[in-house]
C-alpha cells in the first residue's frame, strides 16, 4: 500500500510547469474551453453509464431466491434502442457544434485581406537544435520570439532538416514543423507576458535543448524593439 501511495505522491511533486489551461491568447483560450466542454461532457456521459452498470449490477445479482431461475429472454425494446441511439446522435452533435466552429476560427486562411495586413508575419526555422526567427522588417532572433499583445500573428513554419513542432504551451497548440514545406499557425490577441516555447517533437540526441523564450510586448514597444 506504502508503495502505492507514493506514484501519487512523486507526481505531485514533480510540479509541471506546462498548463495549456491557463491561457495566455483568444488561441489558447478557446482550445481550453474546448477541452474543458469535451472534459464535462464526456463526465456525463460516463457517470450515467457508471450509475446504470451498478444498478444492474445489483438488481440482476445472484440470490438464494432467483439463482436457480433463468432470467427471462427478451427479444429487444424498440422504444429503448431509438432512446438511446437519439441521445447518442444528440451528444455527438453538441459536442462537434463548437469543435467545428473553433477549428474553422483557428484556420491558418486569414479571413480577408484587411486582417492579412494588419497581422503580424514571423518566418520561422526550425533546425537541429534551435529556432529562428525572421521579422517583416528582416531582423533576426535565435531561440527568442517578440510579438506584439493584442495582435493575430501568423507564424510561417519551416524545418531546415527534420520533423519538429512548434509550441507555446500557455498561447496556443502545437504545429508540426516540416523540411522542405511552409505551414501556417495562425495565434490571435496574446497577452503581454514572458511565455516558454518548446520542440514538441523527438528530433534527436539534444532535443530537449529545443527550448525558445516568448515575449509579447505592447504594439509601442514592439515598433522600437524592430528598430534596434
Known amino acids: ?12 511533486l514533480a510540479g509541471c510547469d506546462i498548463n495549456v489551461l491557463d491561457a495566455k491568447s483568444e488561441t489558447g483560450q478557446d482550445q481550453a474551453f474546448l477541452i474543458w466542454f469535451s472534459f464535462g461532457l464526456m463526465m456525463i456521459v460516463l457517470v450515467v453509464v457508471f450509475v446504470l452498470f451498478a444498478r444492474f449490477v445489483w438488481k440482476y445479482r445472484e440470490t438464494d431466491q432467483n439463482k436457480h431461475t433463468l432470467p427471462k429472454d427478451v427479444k429487444g425494446n424498440k422504444k429503448l434502442e431509438i432512446t438511446w441511439t437519439t441521445l447518442a ?16 476560427d483557428q484556420s491558418p486562411v486569414l479571413s480577408s485581406s484587411e486582417e492579412a495586413e ?30 506584439p499583445a ?13 520533423i519538429h513542432s512548434f509550441w ?5 497548440g502545437k504545429t508540426d514543423v516540416l523540411p522542405g514545406k511552409e505551414l501556417l499557425y495562425k495565434l490571435k490577441n496574446p497577452k503581454e507576458g514572458t511565455y516558454e516555447g518548446k520542440c514538441a517533437e523527438f528530433c534527436g540526441v539534444q532535443h530537449t535543448k529545443m527550448q525558445f523564450t516568448t515575449r509579447v510586448v505592447s504594439n509601442e514597444e514592439y515598433e522600437n524593439w524592430l528598430k534596434e
Open 150 to 162: 493584442n495582435k493575430t500573428i501568423v507564424f510561417h513554419l519551416i524545418s531546415k532538416d527534420v
Open 89 to 104: 446522435i444528440l451528444l455527438l452533435v453538441v459536442l462537434a457544434v463548437p469543435t467545428v466552429a473553433i477549428t474553422y
Open 168 to 172: 507555446i504551451p500557455q498561447l496556443g
Open 1 to 12: 500500500m506504502k508503495k502505492l501511495l507514493t506514484i501519487p505522491i512523486l507526481l505531485l
Open 118 to 147: 494588419q497581422a503580424v508575419h514571423v518566418n520561422v526555422t526550425g533546425q537541429q537544435f534551435f529556432w529562428t526567427f525572421e521579422y517583416e522588417n528582416g531582423k533576426e532572433t535565435t531561440n527568442k520570439l517578440v510579438i
